[in-house]
């Protein structure tokens, strides 16, 4: 378990927040790197643990089985952070860019029905990884490029009439090839300068794509919005070789104060990797 511990050199303790990612019932998808299962036992856990606040990953709102998770969340006590669109590509193969005009055209009502859910949870948006897709290569790039562009602008208009925004997500070379560096989301978000986009980033991807992860961080250090956090191999912090003491140092140096969002699959077990989650991160706040 590589890490350095580095909380000590602080007089005052971080006011990052800890979050987890938890999955509404009508999403079954193994891939979901989310906790799954019984969702008000789920929240018990959570709350029982220490957590601060949810990431809620949504497949579709408007599914039955989606019903009645706005009440089960305001039992808990729990506030919602952000809106996961992963399971929508993953069950479904509902995207925002893809060759298919229906399935772009499903992608983008989609966005939305997850915009809307995250405004009546008081979410601070929807993040956007693999519900992305990818731009076609060779001929169709310039187009596909375009189509990339138009949905995530349009979904951004959305986002910001209802004060909230999308979240790009660096992602890994071999599920996109639209921003796969932190360097490069911070160059999208400003190119686009909307209200409605900001960047966000995500350990187990800088692990992969970024040279640096503390260089990335401090690079980015003006436009990180938010944070999931997850190892090596999308296992529990310090179950692979990140620095976790670094990565959350750096971003103690640039003055972050958002959450730092758990999503890792869940072994050996929900509750064990969720306890050695928050156990290890408390130690650097």
Same mark, same amino acid.
């Given at each position: 378990m590589p890490i350095s511990l580095h909380a000590a050199e602080y007089s005052e303790p971080s006011r990052m927040s800890v979050g987890y990612v938890i999955t509404t019932p009508e999403v079954r998808s193994p891939l979901m790197p989310g906790v799954r299962g019984d969702f008000a036992e789920n929240l018990a856990v959570l709350k029982d643990l220490g957590y601060d606040t949810l990431e809620v990953a949504m497949r579709d709102p408007e599914d039955p089985d989606a019903q009645g998770v706005e009440a089960e969340i305001a039992r808990s006590g729990f506030s919602v952070t952000m809106i996961g669109s992963a399971p929508s590509e993953l069950q479904d193969g509902v995207m925002m860019c893809h060759p298919d005009a229906e399935v772009r055209e499903a992608g983008a009502a989609r966005l939305r029905s997850l915009i809307d859910a995250g405004e009546k949870l008081g979410a601070l948006g929807v993040n956007i990884g693999r519900f992305r897709?990818?731009?076609?290569?060779?001929?169709?790039?310039?187009?596909?490029?375009?189509?990339?562009?138009?949905?995530?602008?349009?979904?951004?208009? =959305?986002?910001?009439?209802?004060?909230?925004?999308?979240?790009?997500?660096? =992602?890994?070379? =071999?599920?996109?090839?639209?921003?796969?560096?932190?360097?490069?989301?911070?160059? =999208?978000?400003?190119?686009?300068?909307?209200?409605?986009?900001?960047?966000?980033?995500?350990?187990?991807?800088?692990?992969?794509?970024?040279?640096?992860?503390?260089?990335?961080?401090?690079?980015?250090?003006?436009?990180?919005?938010?944070?999931?956090?997850?190892?090596?191999?999308?296992?529990?912090?310090?179950?692979?070789?990140?620095?976790?003491?670094?990565?959350?140092?750096?971003?103690?140096?640039?003055?972050?104060?958002?959450?730092?969002?758990?999503?890792?699959?869940?072994?050996?077990?929900?509750?064990?990797?969720?306890?050695?989650?928050?156990?290890?991160?408390?130690?650097?706040?």
């Amino acid at each position: 378990m590589p890490i350095s511990l580095h909380a000590a050199e602080y007089s005052e303790p971080s006011r990052m927040s800890v979050g987890y990612v938890i999955t509404t019932p009508e999403v079954r998808s193994p891939l979901m790197p989310g906790v799954r299962g019984d969702f008000a036992e789920n929240l018990a856990v959570l709350k029982d643990l220490g957590y601060d606040t949810l990431e809620v990953a949504m497949r579709d709102p408007e599914d039955p089985d989606a019903q009645g998770v706005e009440a089960e969340i305001a039992r808990s006590g729990f506030s919602v952070t952000m809106i996961g669109s992963a399971p929508s590509e993953l069950q479904d193969g509902v995207m925002m860019c893809h060759p298919d005009a229906e399935v772009r055209e499903a992608g983008a009502a989609r966005l939305r029905s997850l915009i809307d859910a995250g405004e009546k949870l008081g979410a601070l948006g929807v993040n956007i990884g693999r519900f992305r897709g990818t731009c076609i290569p060779g001929e169709m790039w310039e187009t596909s490029n375009g189509w990339m562009r138009d949905a995530m602008r349009a979904g951004a208009d =959305y986002a910001a009439e209802r004060g909230m925004k999308i979240y790009i997500e660096p =992602y890994n070379r =071999y599920e996109t090839n639209f921003i796969n560096t932190v360097r490069q989301g911070m160059e =999208y978000v400003k190119e686009e300068n909307h209200a409605g986009l900001a960047l966000m980033i995500d350990s187990c991807w800088m692990n992969s794509e970024d040279a640096s992860i503390p260089g990335a961080i401090f690079a980015a250090r003006e436009w990180i919005e938010y944070v999931h956090v997850a190892d090596s191999t999308r296992g529990y912090p310090g179950s692979g070789h990140i620095h976790f003491g670094d990565f959350i140092r750096a971003l103690r140096e640039i003055d972050y104060e958002g959450v730092l969002s758990v999503q890792i699959d869940q072994k050996p077990a929900f509750r064990v990797a969720a306890e050695r989650s928050i156990r290890l991160l408390r130690c650097f706040l």
